[in-house]
């Protein structure tokens, strides 16, 4: 398998499972070059990470048996698939398979949508949409977005349940931009909810970081046309136990 970390959440029983596959898309903004370890494990993960250099690729993975034997005596209501895309590891669905059966957990995955994958072990998606303007997806993700608009919708049809999220960039993927992706959200169902993550800078992107402010204000803007708009802002403070690593 593409695994090369996993955490546990104590307090909510809570599994987080990194893949590392390579990505479809190259999101300007994308951290998991500089900071690979679960932000979970970290008192204030984005600290410093501006002044990072590329990290290297991890070397280990583990295989299915291996994820299995290491996590068999935890308590795991939730498992979370993430880290770069999960749906490109072949094995993913096989994982979710293995963790229903053994756990009875709730498998959640997080992806950029580009690529439609086996749904049948998945209870929930969390699905990032980056821009809605085709020209921007392409100018910030290299890719255009029209499968993604696609495998939204498909995913929604399938009767999964559906989450969105996105991220303020301050003058680039602005609060209008947000305002359209949740107007083409809402135009599906009002009730998918939407997620505004703040952006912090890493790389050399010549960005700065979003404000508390200015992700309520996409929110505002948001929230007229969808009924569930949620921000992560970067004064958020952990809820719950620091997390555990498990590999
Ligand atoms: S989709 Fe996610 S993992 Fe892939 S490049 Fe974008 S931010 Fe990085």
Not at 128 to 142: E, F, M, N, P, V
């Amino acid at each position: 398998m593409k695994i090369y970390h996993i955490a546990y959440e104590p307090t909510f029983r809570s599994l987080d499972i990194h893949f590392w596959t390579k990505c479809n898309l190259s999101c300007q903004a994308c951290y998991t070059h500089y900071e690979k370890r679960d932000f979970g494990l970290l008192d204030d993960p984005i600290a410093g990470i501006t002044q990072r250099t590329r990290e290297k690729p991890p070397k280990r993975f583990l295989t299915l048996a291996e994820v299995i034997s290491r996590i068999e005596d935890l308590e795991i209501e939730r498992a979370i698939f993430m880290g770069t895309e999960p749906t490109l590891d072949p094995e993913m669905p096989q994982l979710a398979q293995a963790l229903h059966h053994h756990f009875k957990c709730y498998n959640i995955i997080l992806t950029n949508g580009l690529r439609a994958f086996d749904l049948t072990h998945i209870d929930e998606v969390i699905f990032s949409i980056k821009a809605l303007s085709d020209k921007l997806h392409r100018d910030y993700t290299g890719r255009s977005n029209k499968n993604i608009v696609k495998n939204f919708i498909a995913i929604y049809k399938s009767g999964k349940k559906l989450q969105a999220e996105t991220v303020l960039i301050p003058d680039y993927i602005d609060k209008y931009e947000i305002e359209r992706i949740a107007e083409f959200i809402a135009d599906i169902e009002p009730n998918i909810p939407l997620r505004i993550d703040a952006y912090f800078p890493v790389g050399d992107n010549p960005w700065r970081a979003a404000t508390a402010d200015e992700v309520e204000a996409a929110a505002k803007l948001a929230t007229k046309s969808l009924n569930k708009v949620n921000c992560l802002t970067l004064e958020m403070k952990r809820i719950g136990e620091k997390s555990v690593r498990i590999f």
